[in-house]
């Protein structure tokens, strides 16, 4: 056995995303959960469908069967329709802690979304790539403002 010491920078990472919905409060948090679970696709389109328990402690992870998977975090806090904090690894294959949050607020008749994801950690190079963290999330809460907005106006 041999053990070494290494001085490895740790990196921070932050996206912040703040959108107008016009749509009701409880339409789009169904939705996120909706869009962070089953319906969930990569920012290409292509589905990759998840499982997220909606409760304190429940786990956010990809299925993949035969008990194989990839745990992506736990719900730290949610208070329907208005608050959504999930913590862990997410995506990140690397010592690195994530915590992200959507914090919902009707304005206007339309629903605010404040989402952010913060990491920090031994973040590996292709995850220091803001264009590719953005896309990823920028995806999903376009995803979410455009499904929501189409069950408000009641079309598919």
């Known amino acids: 056995m041999s053990a ?6 740790i990196q921070t990472l932050e996206v912040i995303v703040d959108e107008q919905i016009a749509a009701p409060i409880d ?6 959960l909706e869009q962070m679970g089953p319906y969930n696709e990569r920012p290409d389109g292509s589905p990759m469908p998840m499982k997220l328990e909606a409760w304190p402690g429940g786990r956010w992870f990809r299925d993949l069967g035969n008990n194989t998977g990839h745990f992506w975090g736990h719900v730290q806090s949610i ?4 608050l959504l904090e999930v ?3 997410l995506f990140m294959s690397c010592p690195a802690v994530s915590h992200v949050l959507y914090r919902l607020t009707e304005e206007r008749g339309a629903t605010r979304v404040q989402f952010s994801h913060r990491a920090i950690g031994q973040i590996a190079p292709e995850y220091r790539d803001p ?6 999330w920028n995806s999903l809460v376009t995803r979410v403002r455009e499904k929501a907005e189409r069950k408000q106006r009641g079309t598919k």
């Open 87 to 89: 913590h862990g690894p």
């Open 4 to 9: 070494s010491i290494s001085e490895e920078a």
């Open 27 to 32: 339409v789009v948090f169904e939705t996120i």
């Open 131 to 136: 264009n590719n963290v953005n896309e990823g």
């Open 79 to 82: 208070k329907a329709p208005t």
